[in-house]
């Protein structure tokens, strides 16, 4: 029986007499409120209404693209047509279901309630919202890392997503005990229940670290690096000389010189020991040897060579490259030259961990195989070895010649669309928040690029948008800018909609002053957390309208020809318009990014009619010949 039918078998067979609220955004209510509902009716008729979706005879185990029979010319670009949502699962459909004004909190359980409720997230809820999700024009799921979380050194309550115990392993904690399947189970039913409604899901996938009580570790100590324990407190990146700094910060450019850390900074790192040795002492790993006794050190930030920020106390950097210990320069270290800019001389097929790279070469094939996912999204992939990466692609490519990957890279690069990416991470995010960014984002879609990006204006390690100058008004100029320029992926980070301002991290584009105050706070990247689902001031409607129009024009919007857009000129710096056009349609976009008063512009049009009519109100606008005299509120947006 397929997952997701089996679960419905399972919800008509149980009472489920709880005290369980659920907000009325997930029941596609648009009267925001809190809703007391029987859990297992709630669940069993939103999949009773997926499963009458279903094409008879049709299995919804495998991606999409197999389903239907597709394939693209360029493998995966099924992805320029995304629109996407980005979930967590443990924080988009967490929610204080029995009101008691705080998430889960049970002694043995701190994601459960006093009657076993899961309060954080789960794969069930994150069904629920599926159709939500599909009225707000999504049709891809991008998912956080949804793997085992270790123990050893996390942060938080519950660890970060990024500190990965075993990748084949899901969390358990993303199952939901109202339904008595593993996590495996529920995962399924709910690529079961994309795929239904239509909509893919990409995993993302850390390949280079693992938490540092990884289970790989006890089996195959090689792939690990060692410190002394006694040296443990001199571990941090290595210290290099202003003068070798210089060399090697020309490294990515091929001009550079490798350079090894000094030998105070090698000696900390010792051969690894033999399994036999390595015992689990509370939650951590350590291995009594001749040379001592051993432990797994943390990763620290890679580049640049001098980032002064401390050892990531959760993760540890995986061992890509084997060399022999008996060489003078043996490679036995953690630094920039055997974790991400490879020295030549250590990167040689040879020296390369085959049995490393074979494990980690299979675990896309194992989720295509086991639960039919579309893509993949690998966390900083043009740090892995190019041989490793290429071997992945291709492998995936065989199982579903139409797979995607995406590329965690900040800058648009052709070597990405080389690679065999479908779309990048981009800079968007960054660039929209600095002065004149809506104009400079908007001049830089006027070139041709080597693939798409993701246009958003946050991610899960940024700071959100509403917390930028002008809140939901700045919100709204993104998502607008963001659907209707070439080459960019509509991408909502979860929360986005809602208005929320709590970021998940704060990893990228935070001020010394915004560090300082989030660093006290329980981000939910570590901690358990909800988004506030009641919040009135959304911009969930407005989200679905842009996404309607963009559909309506898709054929017009989504092609990346540069010579499909033109910029307008405006007389006003604060007001910018553009307009996406072919020989049969065309549409104009006018934007005041001024978020604090009113702007008048004059628009000078390439087109002799005499109104237009705006999409998201309805109103006629009369032009002067070929002139357009406006004045739009403050963030006001018009899509004629």
Known sequence: MPALDEISKILKEELCNYNYHVPSLWLNESNVKNVRVNPCKFFDEIIDGILEKKVSNTLYNKSLSLIKGIRHDFSGDWTKNSTIYNIFVRLTTAYDHDKDGIIGGLYTDITLNSEGIRETGTFLKT??????????GINTIH???????????NKGDLGSPYAIRNPYEIDKNLADPLIYLPAEEQFKAFIEAAHILEMRVVLEFVFRTASKDADWIKAHPDWFYWIDKKSADKYQSPDFTEKELEEILKVPENNGKFIPPNAEYKNIFKIPPKPEEIQVVGDKYAAKTKEGELIIPGAFADWPPNDIQPPWGDVTYLRMYNYSYDSEENYNYIAYNTIRYYDPELAKPANANKNLWTMINNIISYYQEEFGIDGVMIDMGHALPSELKHHMIESARKIDPDFAFWDENFSIQKSSRDDGYNAVIGHAWAVEA???GFERTLDESLQEMPLPFFGTSETHNTPRAVSKEGGILYSKLT?????????????????????ERLPVNTGL????EEQKFFSGKKLPLFYKSSYNWLKKDNIIEFIRKVSDIR???????????????????????KIIAFERFNKDASLLIIMNVNVESSERAKIVLHSDKTNYKEKLSGKILYTDGNKLNIELKKGEVYIL
């Not at 069904?127 to 707000?136: H, M, N, S, V």
């Not at 998912?143 to 050194?153: F, K, V």
């Not at 584009?509 to 010394?512: D, E, R």
């Open 551 to 573: 559909e309506k024009y898709s054929d017009l919007i989504i092609n990346s020809n540069p010579e499909t857009i033109r910029k307008l000129a405006t007389g006003n710096n």
């Open 509 to 512: 584009c935070f001020t010394s």
């Open 479 to 499: 998502w607008v800018l963001n659907n209707f320029i070439p080459n960019s992926i509509p991408f909502v980070h979860s929360g986005f909609e809602l208005g």
């Open 434 to 436: 600095e002065n004149n």
């Open 127 to 136: 069904i629920a919202i599926l159709p939500y999700l599909k009225k707000l």
């Open 143 to 153: 998912l956080l890392p949804i793997n085992s979380i270790g123990i050893d050194g």
